[in-house]
């Protein structure tokens, strides 16, 4: 009996029906189709999974999506992000460039005054990573060659102070701060380390040339500068250089900038001076007023 009634409804989903469209007035079959109720639902199934993937692709391509709840939020925050780290992205390049052509309207003017230096180039810092301050080949040589032949000055006892020339010479604080380390040639210390708070200007202590400037492993960024009757300034933990190599600058001159700010390294607080004659350390103490 159970069997029986298995078939007869197995039998009736594929019972085929016919639906005809007929004239009411010649009685002629306009449109007729022939099809069971398993083929039936089947055909509504497979055109109901066709209509969802229509309607999901229109929504997502076009900006009905905008109309869905929850979706228009997400996207718009995320556009906002993007939007405002590219304005932020711009006005610091905007200031940059202003920064600059003042630099530059400043120097071909010749108004340029060493006290509005700080405020002018704050905004102006350089990075280990920046393609301009990476050695070229004959900065290399020049460096190889330079390190070759001070290696041995170190050893060098520092003169005495009857051969120390002091008359005529005036010499220009490098930096404002305090000193932190004095000049201990016996400890090694060959110059005196000078605490720095905040951001400062560093200023050649003499007229001279600028003959090494570039980024030192143990020192970081270094500059050496060559002075008239045999002396040698080394300006050690410079964060921003101002000056180029080869560049002549007066004694006050600004030649780069220090910046203590956000610093992990406390040591790197200190800007680290060194005074040099004819190859000997000596104290810079005896020649500037800190």
Do not use: C
Not at 54 to 83: C, F, M, N, Q
């Amino acid at each position: 009996m159970l069997k029986k009634k298995k078939y007869n409804f197995w039998k009736r989903l594929h019972f085929k029906y016919r639906i005809s469209i007929i004239n009411e007035n010649t009685l002629e079959h306009i449109w007729k189709i022939r099809a069971s109720i398993f083929s039936g639902a089947l055909l509504i199934l497979l055109f109901a999974l066709f209509l969802i993937t229509i309607t999901s692709v229109i929504i997502i391509t076009t900006p009905i999506r905008y109309y869905l709840p929850g979706y228009l939020d997400s996207e718009i925050r995320d556009k906002a992000l993007k939007t405002a780290i590219k304005v932020d992205s711009l006005e610091q390049q905007i200031r940059f460039q202003n920064t600059y052509n003042a630099n530059i309207r400043t120097i071909l003017s010749g108004n340029i005054n060493v006290d509005s230096i700080n405020t002018v180039l704050d905004t102006v810092t350089l990075s280990e990573n920046d393609p301009l301050l990476q050695k070229t080949k004959s900065e290399k040589d020049f460096v190889k060659k330079y390190e070759e032949d001070e290696k041995y000055n170190l050893s060098v006892l520092p003169p005495t102070s009857a051969n120390m020339p002091m008359e005529g010479i005036l010499f220009f604080k490098p930096v404002k701060g305090v000193i932190s380390k004095k000049f201990a040639p016996e400890l090694k210390n060959y110059g005196i380390l000078i605490k720095i708070s905040g951001q400062e200007t560093i200023s050649s202590v003499q007229d001279g040339t600028i003959i090494y400037a570039n980024y030192d492993i143990s020192d970081g960024y270094t500059i050496q500068i060559q002075h008239k009757n045999g002396f040698v300034s080394f300006y050690r933990h410079v964060d921003s250089f101002l000056k180029n190599v080869g560049t002549r600058v007066k004694s006050g001159e600004a030649i780069g900038i220090i910046n203590t700010y956000n610093k992990k390294d406390k040591e790197n607080d200190n800007l680290e001076f060194e005074l040099w004659y004819k190859g000997n350390p000596v104290n810079p103490q005896n020649y500037i007023f800190f």
